[in-house]
């Protein structure tokens, strides 16, 4: 069972730069692929970026793409989402989830997730 707290939200003005955090606990995180979700007010929760296992296989919205970097620390039980560049429609509640997977998978769709955090709330000003 792991279990995944999310940190680093708050207020950032459109431009520039935050780096969210999910933490995990539990054993064998090495062998859970992680992703990044956020979810507005009134819209869909959707893939932000997804990270396999080892970390050597990563996915990217279009949406994000060249902007937003993920990255994760095995050894710290820690997956990391640099965000730059935000803009104010990026402004969401974020989530981070985790799953079992095999070697360089990225997992991409909410319900093939089992495991999520709270959330942390980002809000972008103009």
């Known amino acids: 069972q792991v279990q995944l707290v999310e940190s680093g939200g708050g207020l950032v003005q459109a431009g520039g730069s935050l780096r969210l955090s999910c933490a995990a606990s539990?054993?064998?995180?090495?062998?859970?692929?992680v992703g990044w979700f956020r979810q507005a007010p009134g819209k869909e929760r959707e893939i932000v970026a997804a990270i396999s296992r080892e970390g050597s296989s990563t996915y990217y919205s279009d949406f994000v793409k060249g902007r937003f970097t993920i990255s994760r620390d095995n050894a710290k039980k820690v997956v990391y989402l640099q965000m730059n560049s935000v803009i104010p429609d990026e402004g969401a509640v974020y989530y981070c989830?985790?799953?079992?997977?095999?070697?360089?998978?990225?997992?991409?769709?909410?319900?093939?997730?089992?495991?999520w955090g709270q959330g942390t709330q980002v809000t972008v000003s103009s």
């Open positions: 989830a985790a799953r079992l997977a095999s070697p360089d998978v990225v997992v991409t769709r909410p319900n093939e997730y089992n495991y």
């Open positions: 539990g054993y064998s995180f090495w062998t859970y692929a």
